[in-house]
C-alpha cells in the first residue's frame, strides 16, 4: 500500500512521454495537454478506486477463507498488477498502466482491511497496540522505500521505470514465502469455524505452551457473548442500537485520517523546498527525508502505544497538528509579505513537524482502534466500513484539493485546523481508553460510558436507545 502510493511519483515524466510516443505512434498525432493530463491523474487516482472496491470485498473473504487465507489468496493481484505495468512499455499499451494501477488498488484495500485484522487477533492483550502498529510502520516504510527506489541512481533513470512499476511484486512474494509458516487467526478458527483443535494448536505457536490457556480461555468468554450470532453485513452494523457510537468513531476517525491536511502538506512539500533555495534536483532527497520523517514516529508510535495509551497519543497527534497547521499558515504568509531567507526554513520545519505529528497518532492508532472497539462478529464488517470511508475520503481530499488551494491559497490549513480540532474533541468526549483491555470489556466500557453520558439507567441491550447518529 504504503509502496504503491510513493513509486507512481518518480517516473511521471517519463511515463507521460511513453503516453505521448505511443499516442503518436498509434494516431499519427500528438495528445492534446488536456488528453495527457486525464490520462496521467487517471493512472494516479484509479488506484484510490481499486482500494475502495478491495475494502469493500475484504471482510467478507476474511469470513470465507480465513485471514490468512485472504492474505496469500490476495497476493495474485499484485503479482498479476506487476506484471501488467511491467508489460505496458514493451507492448506499447498504456491502457495497461491504467489496468494494473487499479489491480494495485484493489490489493491494496483487501491487505488495508484484512492484515490489521489479522494482526489484532494474533496478538495477546498486552503487545496488541505494538502489533497494530505494524500496519502504520511498514506503510510509513513502504512509502519510504519507493521515495529511496524512485532516485535517480537506483531506478529513477528513465530506461528503467517500467522494472521500478513491476518491483511492487518483491512484497507478493516475500509474503507468499514467509506467510505459510504462521497459523490462521485463532479467534476466527474457534469463534468462526469451531475449531478447538486448531485453535489450541495456533495459539501454542504463536503464544507459547504457558500462555495459550490464558488466552484460550479470552477467546471462549467472547465465543460465548456471541453464541448464536452471525457474522455481521456493513450495513448491519447501522441497524445494531448497541454499536452506533463505535461505528460513528470508526467513520469519523478514518475520514479524519485523510483530511486532517497531511496530504496538503506533502502537495506543499515541494514548493516549500523550492522556496528554502534547495536546488530542483535535489528536492527528490528533502522528499526522503519526509518519508524517513514519517517512518521514525511510527515507530516511536509502536514502542509508546502500550505504555501511554490509545486516547493519549491519538489526542496528542492531533493537537500537535492543529498547532502545525497555524504556525504553517503563519509562515506561508510572511513567505509572501517578507523577503527574508530564515522564512522559508520555518516553513520547513513545520512540514516535517507535521508529518512527525500524524505519525505520532492518527497515522498508526486510528487501525488498531478499529480492531478494539468490535467484537469478532462485527469486526470484518468494520473494517469493511473503515476502509471505504478510508478510500473515499483519500479520492474526495484528491479530487477537491485542489480547487481549496486555488481559492484560499495558504489559508487552506485552516480548514484542516478546524478538523483537526473537531477530532480532538468527539475523541475526549466519546472514544474510552483501550490500552491492556480485552475486546468484551472494551465494548462493556464503551456502552456504560455512554450510558454515563445520556443518564439512562435501562440493561446493557437499551443503553443507547435515546440516542442518534
Known sequence: YGYNISVINAPTAYVQDFINQTW?????????????????????????????????IGGTLSVRVGRKGTLLTNNI???????????????????????????????????ICVQPLYLGEIAPTSLRGAMGMGTSIFITGGIFTGQVIGLRELLGKEEYWPILLSTTCIPAFLQLLILPW????????????????????????LHGIADCDSEQEDIEKERNSLSGLQAKKPWELFADRSLRWQVLTIMVLNAAQQLNGINAIYFYAGYVFKQSGIPSDKIPYATVGTGACECITALTCGMLIDRLGRKVLIMGGYTLMAICCVLFTLTLTFQVIIVSPVVPYLSMVCVFAFILSFGLGPGGVTNILTTELFTQNSRPAAYMLAGSVNWSSFFFIGLVFPFIVLGLKQYCFLVFLVICCLVIIYIFLVVPETKNKTFLEIQNEFQSSKKR????SDGAGTILLSTSI
Do not use: H
Open 453 to 456: 453520558q445520556i443518564g439512562c
Open 182 to 205: 504462521f497459523p490462521e487467526s485463532p479467534r476466527y478458527l474457534l469463534i468462526d469455524k469451531g475449531d478447538e483443535e486448531g485453535c489450541k494448536k495456533a495459539l501454542k505457536q
Open 77 to 111: 493481484f499484485a503479482l498479476l498488477a506487476a506484471l501488467l505495468m511491467g508489460l505496458s512499455y514493451p507492448t506499447g499499451l498504456f491502457e495497461l498502466l491504467i489496468i494494473g494501477r487499479f489491480i494495485s488498488g484493489l490489493n491494496a484495500g483487501i491487505a
Open 24 to 56: 503518436s505512434e498509434r494516431y499519427q498525432t500528438q495528445i492534446s495537454d488536456d488528453g495527457l493530463t486525464l490520462l496521467w491523474s487517471t493512472i494516479v487516482s484509479i488506484f484510490t478506486l481499486g482500494g475502495l472496491i478491495g475494502a469493500l
